[in-house]
């Protein structure tokens, strides 16, 4: 597997680099809400929905204006290969046909959320989906990374694209409910009826200019 490799100046061009294309391709970056409980002091895995190619791009920005963990992003290893300036700002692999690799990528995992400055980001879905199919799906392996230490917490994030009355979309970003991962290897449905109910809030929120808007905070 492919380790990520942090690096001071990798990360200082990519933030501004970031910062500058959503702002172009994108005219707001609106919060629904907050997290649900304290997570501060706690080993964090965020579970993101898949919804197109920016979806990285999001939750780096998201992890930079509230988070504010040292982010490291799952990627599939043939991927991370073609473009391995992403393992300088976080990214690193797995083989998902690969017993070995996985065993290494879990392991990792683990060894990255045992620092609570961490948080590590597993795409559930494991591919891109419409945002509004239903039910989703959700693979169970989000399981095998967090067995092996049942502290660890998982925070769904959802995020949704929504063309209104500018000639740019708007991004609309909300925080599921924390799940525990004794109660997520107990029931996994648990976490896929969060995982799901999380982004029908989304639905039920958006439009809401009111909220927070990260690109003016």
Known sequence: MIEAKHNYWARTVFDLYINRLLKKHFSHFYLLNNISENISDRSLIITPNHISWWDGFFIDYLNKKILKRKIHLLMLEEQLSKY???????????????????????KYT??????????????????????????????????LFVRQNEN?????????????????????????????AENLLNSFEIFIEEFHTNLEQINSQSPDRTAEDLFSS
């Open 110 to 143: 683990s060894k990255i959320v045992s620092d609570t400055r961490n948080m590590a980001v597993i795409y559930p879905q494991g591919e891109i989906e419409p945002y509004d199919r239903r039910p989703l799906s959700i693979k169970k392996g989000i399981k």
């Open 84 to 106: 391995r300036f992403f393992s300088k700002v976080g990214a690193y692999s797995v083989k998902q046909k690969n017993p070995a690799n996985i065993a290494s990528a879990v």
């Open 152 to 180: 660890i917490l998982i925070l769904p994030v959802g995020f949704k694209i929504l063309f209104q009355d500018e000639k740019k979309p708007d991004i609309y970003a909300r925080f599921g409910k924390v799940v525990k």
